[in-house]
Structures are given as C-alpha cells and as structure tokens.
C-alpha cells in the first residue's frame, strides 16, 4: 500500500468504523482497503494512509498520552466540517475550530478525541 500511516487502536470496530468513515470523508480520504473483523485503511490523495483496527498484540486499544494525530486540510470549511464529523459520530470535543496564534498566524484549527480517545487535530493554514 504505501509507507506513509498511522495506525489508531480501537476496541470497538463499528463505533469506530461510523467515526472514522464520517472524519475521513470530510477529510477527503478514501477506504483503501479493509479486512473484515481487524482492520480498515483510509486513504489521502497525497498516499498518506489511516488505518483503524484492532491491536496486533490483542490488549486493549488505549490513547496516548500527549500524542495527536494532525490532519493538514485546505480550507478553514475542511477543518469545520472534520470537527462536526467527529462531533456527530461519537467523537469528543477537544478545542472547537478557530484560530490558534499560539501556533502562528495563519493557523487554524479544530480538536477531537474518537470514540476510544485518540486525539486528533484538523488543521489549515489558509486562515481567513
């Protein structure tokens, strides 16, 4: 496939599935690949991939702490439409869209946790 991903843990696969069908969408990534009762692959244009499954080991899928996956999408809509996708599909708010100087000044951005905590971060540089 390719060697560019990140992996997310999940313990519940069609709780994740719903999230992360709606979040990819709106990310503008594609299912690539899924294999039935483990895992799924969502695909960006660029070939970046997301997959979400279980975990390899068989313990439970946990978050970490500190860690963030970012998502760099074009336009400030993008961003507002990811967060409420990830709102709307069991998702957990962690910053509502809008801009963060504390990151420069041109950059804005939307937080959320999955269903099973990962958090994540939907991000463009094309602020209004």
């Not at 760099?72 to 961003?79: G, H, L």
Request: glycine share 14%; with cysteine; charged share 20%.
């Amino acid at each position: 496939m390719t060697e560019k991903y990140i992996t997310l843990g999940s313990n519940d696969l069609e709780r994740s599935y719903n999230y992360y069908d709606a979040v990819m969408a709106a990310l503008g990534a594609k299912v690539e690949a899924e294999y039935e009762g483990f895992t799924k692959c969502y695909k960006f244009p660029d070939g970046f991939c997301v997959w979400v499954g279980k975990t390899q080991n068989g313990e439970t899928a946990e978050p970490g702490n500190g860690h963030t996956a970012g998502f760099a999408v074009d336009t400030i809509e993008m961003v507002k439409a990811a967060h409420a996708a990830a709102l709307a599909n069991g998702g957990f708010d962690e910053g509502a869209p809008g801009p963060r100087p504390l990151y420069g000044p041109d950059f804005y951005g939307g937080y959320a946790r999955d269903p099973d905590g990962n958090k994540m971060s939907f991000v463009t540089h094309n602020a209004e």
